[in-house]
């Protein structure tokens, strides 16, 4: 109950930070902007059990026990002196949460829940945390009772480590590393798999790299030039460069790991360790999407179609020159200003694939390298501003919602929700399929994909098989089989 106040809280929102999205449920938006201290869609029947009212227009929901998950946070460290206090109209906590009690109880660079955060309440309790060796340490947690199968953690401590591709592959071989988690680079994939006494689990994954644009405002918002850009970008041979044939084009908002594309494709899954030719990826191939295959000829007309037809003295376009559109602040030149994180091998890779093209249809790309902090900030909204264009790769959660995506969040790849109608009503459809009916929400979710392989709101560029490499001394380490890193684990045994 507590963790449900804490995240909606005014409080977070006057720290800097942002509540989370909890509108599904009845009074978050009355509580979340301080228009009542309690919130009336949460209520505390007993010490034992509490209740929740959803919003009528947030069902039918095809992930609708996604709306059950709740990660208990501990009141007794982030706000020692409340209580959870029920009335007939709500929940609510009293005292009341304030910035500059969060302020110390979770920030505090030193002591807060952040940096520090103990209790936890899953299999393993952190028992120690160096965040400037990137360094963490966990044992079994005594209080907990198992998961849903009444499994409890094998493996009595844990320790998380940030290793350069190199460094952990030599931690692997001489045995200092068990577990090298989520590998995309497939230089260092093929170099592991060549180490004794080292094992490999395959496994598709549930997201893709993309390009993202600022599409609220200036030169990405028009249709025509994200569109444009696709027919410049080689997703292929960036996806070859990258991963080594362990990633292939996408095409539209999925990755390989998503069911309902696998249930398309005619696929289970992708499970095993891909054909550096492609073959594994020939069912995705098929499904009916355009491809965007380099053509500077669409690209140049798309340009053209949209203004782009003057060069920098207004006289018309010639190859080899800038192009510009006339607005009514004068000539407006086609360059893309492109924020990258500063050492990205991805980025760099891109970089090195579509600068020709980009170059050849008459539009210049400005590089800014940022820190990767900077570079989220800037995102997301934030600091620093002015760029058009972003390379990143996002997984997707369980509950894929891409209405969700559109309507809520901040980030500049999904911004286009309002002014695309026709996707933004596929995505809601989507959304509202019943839970259970599969074969509707396959049939909803290919007809947003259509759409959204149209619109572009980002231009996708690949999705992969990750591979974990492990000691041959781990045993039942199955993590296509489990969500995450942390479920795998806790069935692991050595």
């Known amino acids: 109950m507590f963790s449900l106040l804490l995240q909606a809280s005014p409080a977070v929102r006057a720290l800097g930070g942002t509540p989370a999205d909890l509108s599904h449920l009845a009074g978050f938006a009355e509580y979340a902007q301080e228009q009542t201290e309690v919130f009336s869609g949460v ?4 010490d034992l059990s509490f209740s929740l009212v959803l919003k009528k227009d947030k069902v039918p929901f095809f992930y609708e026990k996604s709306f059950l998950l709740v990660d208990p946070y501990p009141m007794a460290v982030l706000a ?3 209580q959870v206090v029920d009335t007939e109209d709500g929940a609510k906590l009293e005292p009341a949460l304030t910035a500059e009690l969060l302020q110390q109880t979770i920030l505090d660079p030193v002591s807060g829940y952040l940096v520090r955060p103990v209790p936890g309440s899953g299999p393993y309790k952190l028992t120690s945390y160096n965040a400037e060796a990137g360094e963490a340490v966990f044992e079994v947690n005594p209080h907990f009772l198992g998961n849903h199968e009444g499994r409890k ?16 592959l030599k931690g692997l071989q001489n045995g200092s590393i068990d577990i090298i988690h989520k590998l995309v680079d497939g230089k260092l994939i093929n170099q592991g798999m060549k180490l004794d006494k080292v094992n490999t689990a395959p496994y598709a994954r549930r997201g893709f790299a993309f390009f993202a644009f600022d599409a609220q405002s200036g030169i990405a918002s028009s249709k025509a030039v994200r569109r444009a850009f696709a027919y410049l970008v080689d997703s292929a041979k960036i996806a070859q460069e990258y991963t080594q ?8 908002d ?3 790991g998503h069911w309902a594309i696998a249930e398309a494709a005619g696929l289970k899954a992708i499970a095993d360790l891909p054909t550096e030719d492609g073959k594994s990826f020939a069912a995705f191939d098929e499904l009916p999407f ?3 295959d380099v053509h500077l000829s669409r690209a140049a007309a798309l340009l053209a179609g949209d203004g782009w037809t003057y060069n920098a003295d207004g006289e018309a376009y010639k190859a080899g020159q800038i192009r510009h559109r006339k607005t009514d602040q004068g000539l407006e030149p086609l360059t893309l200003s492109w924020l990258q994180i500063d050492g990205s ?29 900077e570079f989220f900030n800037s995102y997301y909204g934030n600091e620093p501003k002015g760029y058009d264009l972003y390379l990143l790769a996002s997984n997707f959660g369980q509950a894929y919602d891409p209405y969700y995506m559109f309507m809520n969040s901040k980030s500049k790849a999904y911004s286009l929700g309002q002014a695309e109608e026709n996707l933004l009503a596929l995505a809601e459809a989507l959304r509202q399929t019943p839970e259970g009916d599969n074969a509707l929400f396959v049939e909803r979710f290919m007809a947003y994909q259509k759409e959204y392989n149209e619109v572009l709101p980002t231009v996708p560029v690949y999705s992969n098989i990750y591979v974990d490499l492990y000691r041959n001394n781990i045993y039942n380490y199955r993590p296509a089989v489990h969500n995450s890193a942390a479920v795998a684990i806790l069935y692991a045994t050595r």
């Open 43 to 46: 209520r505390l029947l007993d």
């Open 345 to 373: 091998k991805l980025a760099q890779v891109a970089q090195n694939v579509i600068e020709e093209t980009c170059k050849r249809a008459g539009i210049q790309l400005n590089v800014t390298k940022v820190s990767q902090q």
């Open 254 to 256: 999925y990755g390989f």
């Open 80 to 82: 020692p002196d409340a």
């Open 153 to 168: 953690p094998a493996i009595p401590s844990i320790k998380f480590i940030h290793a350069s591709g190199d460094a952990a």
């Open 290 to 292: 355009n491809h965007y």
């Open 245 to 252: 044939g362990f990633g292939w084009p996408v095409y539209g």
